[in-house]
């Protein structure tokens, strides 16, 4: 593997002292409920997402829900990323005990948007879902998913749009008023306030034709008060170099 971790990490996941907040918790179990319920299989479906035989990095694993869906196509190479080591940590048991055989269990680590420690053109398929709300830069974090991946290969991303906090009005009113300040503020000073912000998904797909990324698959999988509030994004690397064209 030695081809694939050129920026000096060790392929061995090192597990350190974690600390579970009740937060962790429940995001684990929801999201085990839904890879157990098929919505994350689902999710792939839609966009005509298939592992298979692909080398594929998940970014933003969090506690692996994606990479098990993703496991059953039994891809050649299966990694998953995350900033937050407790995910990770917490993750591996249920990767474990829900992916048969154990060989094909992902190689997981700690690295965080927009640094990944990865080769040019390494992957087949980057996936990144609902981790563009919380990285510091769209443009920079879209550009290095788009490094990593080989000409022709895929690129899925997924995250929160305007009509998303609305869900929290009834729950948390302090909540969705803070996610539309971090996102204007954003908006209008280039700096995320807090790392939990809204995107225009129109803007992602003009990022990312800017980049060489073309969309080619958008879809909303629920519109509150007509406001998307989650995108899903599939988008094909071309051949040729944006910087070459301009
Ligand atoms: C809402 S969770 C999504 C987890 C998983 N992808 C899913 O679909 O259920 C967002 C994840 O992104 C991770 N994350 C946030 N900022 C990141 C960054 N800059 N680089 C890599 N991962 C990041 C968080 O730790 C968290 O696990």
């Not at 593997?1 to 990490?9: A, E, K, L, Q």
């Not at 891809?75 to 990767?95: A, K």
């Not at 550009?143 to 690129?155: D, F, N, S, W």
Request: charged share 20%.
């Amino acid at each position: 593997m030695s081809d694939i971790f050129p920026i000096c990490v060790s392929p061995t996941f090192i597990v350190e002292r974690s600390r579970v907040t009740e937060w962790h918790r429940a995001y684990i179990q929801n999201a085990y409920r839904e890879l157990e319920g098929g919505i994350t299989r689902k999710q792939l479906d839609n966009l005509g997402i298939n592992a298979n035989s692909k080398r594929v990095l998940d970014v933003g694993c969090g506690p692996g829900n994606l990479l098990v869906a993703l496991s059953t196509d039994t891809p050649e190479l299966l990694i998953g990323v995350d900033v937050d080591e407790t995910f990770l940590v917490c993750g591996r048991s249920h990767i474990e005990k829900s992916i048969d055989p154990p060989s094909a269990v992902p190689t997981l680590f700690c690295a965080s948007l927009p640094t990944l420690p990865f080769a040019d053109e390494t992957f087949d398929l980057v996936t990144c879902f609902l981790v563009m709300p919380h990285v510091p830069d769209d443009s920079a974090a879209l550009t290095e998913l788009a490094r990593v991946l080989k000409p022709g290969g895929t690129l899925a991303v997924s995250g929160h749009g305007l009509g998303f906090p609305l869900r929290y009005l009834k729950r948390f009113r302090l909540k969705p008023l803070q996610m539309y300040l971090a996102s204007l503020i954003y908006r209008c000073t280039g700096r995320k306030w807090i790392r939990n912000t809204l995107q225009n998904d129109r803007k992602i797909c003009n990022i990312l034709n800017s980049i060489g990324v073309v969309p080619e698959m958008r879809h909303y999988n629920q519109k509150i008060l007509g406001c998307v509030a989650t995108y899903w994004i599939k988008a094909i690397k071309s051949d040729t170099n944006p910087k070459a064209i301009q």
